[in-house]
């Protein structure tokens, strides 16, 4: 097996060599325990929180939550210029992650949708397939931390997301060994976007937006997996846009599912400068990127009630993923084509036009996430 970016986390992921065919799906590379003592970063919640009054569309949005001014990714996405348009929208996304954590960032707008794991001996909870997407072990804080990032509110306690009215709903595709099969995502794909799927009840609120930070393990890295492309192309038709990671192996996305399929917008990472984190895939398949930070340099999270630093391409994914819901609250109509589109055409230049200064084909899209000029594009889009 290829090397894994969970090693840190999950002792069950600790994998070695770098010729295998499979790989990890929740892609955030761990940060080095003595740059992360969580005693000091634990922020206490009010018990009462601080709820700002809502924001005029074209004014400044202030958050009052604790931990904003460590967000340093936000800013670096022009967060607050794309606020004063759209300061929030109750747009559905799914999480096709490691599952349901209740979060009091988000509250009842995390949604415990369903848990695809067919394996019973991999999903931890004791059985296959059923309608608690509970996340499990370990790496339950993965779907966490990205839902947090895509929409935790602004509510004066802990940290905020990109979409603080978003709802989200969790689609457990992941065992407990961080593992994903390529049936299990597909089907997960078809459900979140509200198309049926065997055996399963219709899901209650399907989703425009399907955030994937992984990929598909048990196949070659070669190129797409026939099962997954023929999912997004189902739920392409259906009006939903999948934005999925690229990995973390600094290899070529293009080989990876759903990275490498086609109608997804693929997301790579940067660090603080602008320029490809050094374990972030590149290639064609990548649209834009978005931070995703460094060992050294991780993005502020919030899970189980205590900030961490992470990075990789998981936490890039998100910050587009809820743009990409700004987006459709100010314009509902806009189809996953025309989404990619506008946040393709509206990233800001990486710094000297490349994102990678010594390696000329590792190329990481049109650039780095702009949040404001994506809002302005939408604004002014029509059909």
Same mark, same amino acid.
């Not at 374990?279 to 009630?305: E, I, M």
């Given at each position: 097996?290829?090397?894994?970016?969970?090693?840190?986390?999950?002792?069950?992921?600790?994998?070695?060599?770098?010729?295998?065919?499979?790989?990890?799906?929740?892609?955030?590379?761990?940060?080095?325990?003595?740059?992360?003592?969580?005693?000091?970063?634990?922020?206490?919640?009010?018990?009462?929180?601080?709820? &700002?009054? !809502?924001?005029? !569309?074209?004014?400044?949005?202030?958050?009052? @939550?604790?931990?904003?001014?460590?967000?340093?990714?936000?800013?670096?996405?022009?967060?607050?210029?794309?606020?004063?348009?759209?300061?929030?929208?109750?747009?559905?996304?799914?999480?096709?992650?490691?599952?349901?954590?209740?979060?009091?960032?988000?509250?009842?707008?995390?949604?415990?949708?369903?848990?695809?794991?067919?394996?019973?001996?991999?999903?931890?909870?004791? @059985?296959? #397939?059923?309608?608690?997407?509970?996340?499990?072990?370990?790496?339950?804080?993965?779907?966490?931390?990205?839902?947090?990032?895509?929409?935790?509110?602004?509510?004066?306690? %802990?940290?905020?997301?990109?979409?603080?009215?978003?709802?989200?709903?969790?689609?457990?595709?992941?065992?407990?060994?961080?593992?994903?099969?390529?049936?299990?995502?597909?089907?997960?794909?078809?459900?979140?976007?509200?198309?049926?799927? &065997?055996?399963?009840?219709?899901?209650?609120?399907?989703?425009?937006?399907?955030?994937?930070?992984?990929?598909?393990?048990?196949?070659?890295?070669?190129?797409?997996?026939?099962?997954?492309?023929?999912?997004?192309?189902?739920?392409?038709?259906?009006?939903?846009?999948?934005?999925? %990671?690229?990995?973390?192996?600094?290899?070529?996305?293009?080989?990876?599912?759903?990275?490498?399929?086609?109608?997804?917008?693929?997301?790579?990472?940067?660090? =603080?400068?602008?320029? #490809?984190?050094?374990?972030?895939?590149?290639?064609?398949?990548?649209?834009?990127?978005?931070?995703?930070?460094? &060992?050294?340099?991780?993005?502020?999270?919030?899970?189980?009630?205590?900030?961490?630093?992470?990075?990789?391409?998981?936490?890039?994914? !998100?910050?587009?993923?809820?743009?990409?819901?700004?987006?459709?609250?100010?314009? !509902?109509?806009?189809?996953?084509?025309?989404?990619? @589109?506008?946040?393709?055409?509206?990233?800001?230049?990486?710094?000297?036009? =490349?994102?990678?200064?010594?390696?000329?084909?590792?190329?990481?899209?049109?650039?780095?996430?702009?949040?404001?000029?994506?809002?302005?594009?939408?604004?002014?889009?029509?059909?």
């Amino acid at each position: 097996m290829r090397s894994s970016v969970l090693r840190a986390v999950c002792a069950a992921l600790l994998l070695s060599g770098a010729a295998a065919s499979i790989g990890v799906k929740v892609l955030n590379q761990p940060v080095p325990a003595d740059l992360v003592p969580l005693e000091q970063t634990q922020t206490p919640v009010p018990a009462t929180p601080v709820l &700002p009054r !809502p924001a005029l !569309p074209g004014s400044p949005v202030r958050t009052f @939550d604790p931990l904003y001014s460590q967000q340093w990714n936000l800013k670096q996405i022009g967060l607050e210029a794309a606020w004063a348009l759209k300061p929030g929208a109750s747009v559905t996304v799914a999480v096709l992650d490691t599952g349901y954590v209740n979060s009091a960032e988000l509250g009842a707008r995390a949604v415990n949708g369903y848990d695809f794991v067919s394996d019973a001996a991999r999903s931890g909870d004791g @059985d296959g #397939r059923d309608a608690d997407a509970g996340g499990v072990g370990p790496l339950a804080y993965h779907a966490e931390s990205v839902a947090n990032l895509i929409g935790a509110a602004r509510d004066g306690r %802990g940290v905020v997301g990109v979409n603080p009215l978003a709802r989200i709903v969790h689609v457990r595709v992941a065992g407990q060994d961080g593992m994903i099969d390529p049936v299990d995502l597909s089907d997960g794909i078809r459900w979140a976007a509200g198309l049926s799927v &065997p055996g399963t009840p219709l899901n209650r609120f399907p989703a425009r937006l399907l955030n994937l930070s992984l990929y598909a393990d048990f196949i070659p890295l070669t190129g797409c997996d026939a099962r997954i492309q023929a999912a997004i192309d189902a739920v392409t038709l259906r009006g939903a846009l999948v934005i999925a %990671g690229a990995a973390n192996d600094g290899a070529d996305a293009a080989g990876y599912s759903p990275a490498g399929c086609n109608h997804v917008l693929t997301v790579g990472a940067v660090d =603080r400068t602008g320029r #490809r984190a050094s374990y972030s895939n590149w290639g064609s398949a990548v649209a834009l990127s978005a931070p995703g930070g460094t &060992p050294q340099d991780g993005l502020p999270l919030f899970s189980g009630g205590v900030l961490t630093r992470r990075n990789g391409t998981s936490f890039a994914t !998100p910050e587009v993923t809820g743009v990409a819901s700004l987006m459709l609250g100010l314009r !509902p109509t806009l189809t996953p084509a025309a989404l990619s @589109d506008l946040l393709r055409r509206s990233a800001a230049p990486f710094p000297g036009g =490349r994102c990678d200064a010594l390696h000329v084909a590792y190329t990481c899209g049109t650039g780095t996430l702009d949040a404001g000029a994506a809002l302005k594009l939408a604004q002014n889009w029509k059909p």
